[in-house]
């Protein structure tokens, strides 16, 4: 079977780890990258052994013959890249969030809709189901062997802004567009939350409302530049499920001591799960269920390998069927980051 070709566009922090995903990949050619800053689209040219860059992802699309694309810019200019290539029949993978607002998802949801139906396909990096300990934890949770989820509380934990455990987000740009609304960040509810969100939509199901705070602390530096640090740095969500179920969602970049740390522990009406993604290298799924529960007893779950989220992409467009994160999932959960706004203006419980 013939290659298939694709483009990566934005190659910033996060486009090594789509380099290095595809590349390792024997049905995927890297034909081409874009960035606007030329001088990174090279040198990621040059690292991936890529024959051609560019710095207008037009031109690109223009020049180059290409099946799919994986749009890796900052969340602000997810939406051009991604709409042009659906036009073009363009099998189209974003990075999250999917969209800076509800109005670009929408767009970009219906899109890849209409597109699905003439065998177009998206996918949305949300990096978090690549642990095969997600994957386990859902298919328990979900196939209602235990019951209907009661309760839960899910954490997304860094410290960048506390520390300079990544860096310094005083003299980096890589942080710096990530704490500027005018810049077209969500803060660390569109940064990492969306992860969150997502995990425990992905494990709990649909949720039916929410109340949401978001804060932004004072720091001894505020601006630099263009830059004004005003995008939130903590979420706190009370959420309800459809089913009936209640819990909390939490993001925080001031989490001094956690680097980066995911975890979630739902508790069902026959058992507790208990998800940790970052203690142990790849995650780790623990439950207390059956003849356990009684004692308090936990266990560790073996949880098989499942697919991360680039070959889920590149099997949707093998085996023409679209995969585990679309566009319009994607959108689900932008509706969750738009509601979140709406509930820290109105501080009040938004519908969804
Ligand atoms: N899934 C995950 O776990 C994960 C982790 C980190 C970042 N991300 C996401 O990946 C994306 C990139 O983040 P990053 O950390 O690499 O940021 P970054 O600032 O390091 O890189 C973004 C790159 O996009 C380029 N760019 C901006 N507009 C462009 C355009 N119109 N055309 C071409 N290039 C353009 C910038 O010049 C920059 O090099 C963001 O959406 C971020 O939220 C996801």
Redesign the pocket.
């Given at each position: 079977m013939e290659k298939i070709k694709l483009a990566i566009?934005?190659?910033?922090?996060?486009?090594k780890?789509h380099g290095d995903a595809f590349s390792a990949m024997d049905n995927v050619e890297i034909v081409a990258c874009?960035?606007?800053?030329e001088e990174?689209a090279k040198a990621f040219a040059e690292k991936y052994n890529i024959p051609h860059y560019y710095?207008?992802?037009n031109e690109l699309y223009e020049k180059e013959k290409l099946t799919a694309v994986s749009v890796?810019?900052?969340?602000?200019?997810?939406k051009?890249?991604s709409i042009e290539a659906l036009k073009r029949n363009i099998h189209c993978m974003c990075?999250?969030?999917l969209a800076d607002n509800l109005e670009n998802a929408k767009e970009m949801s219906d899109l890849a809709e209409e597109k699905l139906k003439e065998g177009i396909f998206t996918a949305v990096?949300?990096?978090?189901r690549n642990s095969f300990a997600t994957q386990k934890l859902a298919e328990m949770v979900q196939s209602g062997e235990f019951g209907k989820v009661i309760a839960f509380d899910a954490h997304y934990r860094q410290s960048w802004v506390s520390t300079k455990i990544w860096g310094d987000f005083r003299t980096s740009?890589?942080f710096q567009?990530?704490m500027s609304t005018k810049h077209g960040s969500l803060g660390t509810m569109?940064?990492t939350g969306v992860?969150i969100y997502d995990l425990t939509r992905f494990v709990c199901g649909d949720f039916d409302e929410i109340f949401c705070q978001l804060d932004c602390y004072d720091k001894d530096v505020n601006q630099v530049g263009e830059y004004v640090f005003d995008a939130n740095e903590t979420m706190y969500t009370i959420a309800k499920l459809k089913c009936g179920g209640r819990g909390t969602v939490d993001s925080s970049r001031w989490s001094t001591g956690y680097a980066n740390e995911v975890s979630i522990q739902v508790f069902c009406e026959k058992g507790g799960f208990d998800l940790n993604l970052d203690r142990v290298k790849g995650g780790q799924l623990r439950a207390c269920i059956n003849e356990n529960r009684d004692k308090g007893v936990w266990e560790i779950i073996a949880c098989p390998e499942t697919p991360d989220m680039w070959t889920r992409f590149i099997d949707s467009i093998i085996e023409g069927k679209q995969g585990q994160t679309s566009f319009k999932g994607a959108y689900e959960v932008q509706k969750l980051l738009d509601a979140s706004i709406k509930s820290n203006e109105k501080q009040g419980f938004v519908k969804l």
């Open positions: 566009i934005g190659t910033g922090g996060m486009a780890a874009c960035d606007i800053l990174r710095t207008d992802f890796v810019t900052s969340d602000k200019f997810h051009a890249p990075e999250k969030p990096d949300f990096s978090y740009s890589a567009w990530r569109g940064d992860h």
